[in-house]
């Protein structure tokens, strides 16, 4: 449950991503057979005018896949494509995946549906086939600095008499930019944890929180965290951390209970890919910071 819920919010607290196009600028996409190899031109039939596209304007910061964004999947695409005699692809070969079976597809699927080349024409003339080579890359923003200050994110979740889940809505301080995405990402997992914990007490008018958020303070500080009134928890995994006047983590370590089968290490080094706003060194305070990062799932009573 926690590798899941670390790649989902960290994800959700990105800015929104952009797609940056490098040369060769020319791709495209057909049938759901990518991966297969393209034929080559009959001899000889290589155009004199080759046909050609303007495609950076074919993508927008919208068409980064959701799974990409929510598992931090960026990388290159470089794809060969068929263009008929109307400037339409009619085959899409990925010679080079990104690494990210979603980039890839999405490529080829932006492509096929919104680009149209100039066709290629032989010396008459006449419009022919031709092929191309190009190459997409797929960049996530960098992230920008966390303010060091409390702040957290909730998905709470209606828990039916059965341990099931329905509804959900999002709570907290913290920027969520696609609320909906996020209920529906951890529907099922909310279900899951929900049904296990119908087994050990009554969930009749109750609620369910997936929770994560960033405390300000030492190790202990989350230790209240689903301990409220009548608030029954079932985990809590934290990072406790060191931060340098520069804003970059100097230390991490875990911290807090129910970590049974929690990968830490992959808590760290998520952790360490963001960094926090730095000290003005014209103020003088060039000290080392503590925060607490942490993950929580609790039970509540429906107000």
């Known amino acids: 449950m926690i590798s899941v819920m670390v790649g989902l919010f960290a994800g959700a607290l990105y800015q929104p991503a952009v797609v940056t196009l490098v040369a060769p600028p020319i791709i495209m996409m057909a049938p759901l057979t990518y991966k297969a ?4 031109l009959p001899e000889g039939a290589v155009p004199s005018v080759r046909a050609s596209a303007h495609l950076p304007s074919l993508f927008a910061t919208d068409d980064y896949p959701a799974a990409a964004l929510r598992n931090e999947e960026q990388g290159t695409v470089s794809l060969a494509v068929a263009i008929n005699r109307d400037g339409r692809v009619t085959q899409c070969s990925i010679t080079t995946s990104s ?15 919104r680009a149209r080349f100039t066709p290629a024409r032989d010396e008459s003339g006449r419009t022919v086939e031709d092929r191309a080579d190009a190459r997409i890359r797929w960049e996530l923003p960098p992230a920008p600095p966390i303010p ?22 999002v ?32 969930l009749t008018n109750r609620e369910l929180v997936l929770e994560q958020g960033l405390l300000i303070g030492g190790p202990d500080s989350a230790r209240s965290v689903g301990r409220g009134p009548d608030e029954r928890r079932g985990l809590l995994f934290a990072l406790a951390l060191e931060i340098d006047p520069a804003g970059v983590i100097a230390k991490c370590s875990a911290t807090g209970d129910g970590l049974d089968g929690a990968r830490v290490h992959e808590g760290c080094k998520d952790s360490r890919k963001r960094s926090f706003v730095a000290l003005d060194p014209a103020a003088g305070d060039q000290t080392t910071r503590h925060a ?3 993950w929580a799932s609790y039970t509540r009573p429906i107000e």
Do not use: H, W
């Not at 190899?37 to 080559?40: A, K, T």
């Not at 690494?99 to 549906?113: M, P």
């Not at 209920?183 to 099922?188: D, G, I, P, R």
């Open 99 to 113: 690494g990210s079976v979603s980039l890839d597809v999405a490529t080829c699927s932006i492509i096929q549906r």
């Open 292 to 294: 607490v990062r942490y």
């Open 148 to 169: 060091f200050a409390d702040q957290k994110i909730g998905l709470v979740f209606t828990v039916e008499t059965e341990g099931g889940v329905s509804e959900c809505r």
């Open 37 to 40: 190899p393209l034929p080559p």
């Open 171 to 202: 709570e907290g301080t913290a920027i969520a930019p696609n609320k909906d995405a996020l209920c529906a990402a951890m529907m099922s997992e909310a279900g899951r944890i929900a049904a296990a914990a119908a087994k050990k007490f009554d």
